[in-house]
């Protein structure tokens, strides 16, 4: 069993993963402190296949957690939201953003994301 946090796979199947050696290349760090921001909610992972894994969409186009998403998981974590409903909420189509809270993470619309994401914790 696996001391690093995880959840059961709860991601759309057409979501782009990376294994944890591909999230510490592209961060530029060794494995063992991509586990550290697994344990602190930086990162949010899954096991698919066995084998644990992070959505590709967590890293931004410079190869940097995105910005908001440990703020927006410390939130919802505080709010009582376990990492698995904290990823079924990031992934799920919303019209009124439009797309997936983790895609407007990437762009002008992260603060009503962050926004949403307090609302739901109280």
Known sequence: MSTVPHSDDVLPADVEVLDLP???????????RVHDLLRDGALLAVRRDRHLVVPATFLDDDDEVLRFLPGLVAVLRDGGYRDDEVL?????????LPGRPVAALHGHRAREVMRRAQAMAF
Do not use: M
């Open 88 to 96: 079924r909420w990031l992934f799920e189509e919303d019209e009124s």
């Open 22 to 32: 591909e999230v510490a290349d592209r961060l530029g760090i060794p494995v063992t």
